[in-house]
């Protein structure tokens, strides 16, 4: 079956707007997790979604960045107001439980 | 200190060497313990789950050693397609699947 897939697979934006990335995780996966890496750096944890409960929004890095997971499937990270340390690839990755098992192949964002 | 800390490398070796990277955590209460790799410009892939008592896949080791906070991954007989960059992995405390990564360890196997 598909893999989880993010859309879209680039952005280029300018100082300032707003962006939506999206992700569609594996039919049937509860667990959703958005990352971000910036260029040689690590992951950076953002956000954690598991089936209803309260997501974990400890690593979003500022009130800029919001993220929704709509009836537990699709999950969309916006970020307002982008400023160019944003600039980085953003991962999302979904398993049924425990760590995030399959990613997608991230959305390399740029802020001009 | 970080969270989470690897040698960045790069370890360049010849196929079929035998290659160990290391990582260390700093959180004595971290319940879980993983190995990832990931390729140039690729998304990271799960490698393998580090249990308490060591645990092998084929070529692969992946050793806990708790009273040292750190966590190692041995490659046997390198190949070629190794050549990646190696993540290690730590869940926070408490449950809330915060998993923690590295920045990883470059490996180059070399013909």
């Known amino acids: 079956g598909a893999g989880v897939s993010q859309s879209p697979s680039n952005k280029v934006t300018e100082k300032g707007k707003d962006v939506e990335l999206r992700c569609d995780p594996i039919s049937g996966h509860t667990a959703l997790y958005w990352y971000r890496q910036s260029l040689g750096q690590g992951l950076e944890f953002l956000i954690y979604f598991q089936g209803n409960s309260a997501p974990d929004k400890s690593g979003l890095p500022s009130d800029r960045f919001s993220a929704e997971r709509t009836g537990g499937s699709v999950s969309t990270l916006t970020i307002q107001r982008t400023q160019q340390e944003d600039s980085a690839v953003y991962l999302c990755?979904?398993?049924?439980?425990?760590?995030?098992?399959?990613f997608g192949p991230g959305t390399r964002l740029t802020v001009t | 200190r970080k969270e989470v800390e690897q040698d960045p490398g790069p370890f360049n070796v010849p196929e079929g060497a035998t290659v160990a990277f290391n990582c260390t955590y700093s959180?004595?209460?971290?319940?879980?313990f993983f190995w990832y790799r990931q390729d140039c410009r690729k998304e990271p892939k799960l490698l393998m789950s580090v249990y308490s008592s060591g645990n092998e896949d084929g070529r692969f080791t992946a050793q806990l050693n708790r009273a040292s906070q750190y966590i190692s991954l041995l490659i046997r007989d390198s190949k070629l397609s190794d050549s990646a960059t190696y993540l290690c992995v730590v869940s926070n405390q408490g449950g809330t699947y915060k998993y923690i990564f590295g920045t990883g360890t470059r490996l180059k196997v070399l013909a």
């Open positions: 959180n004595s209460a971290s319940q879980s």
């Open positions: 990755a979904s398993s049924l439980e425990g760590p995030p098992q399959y």
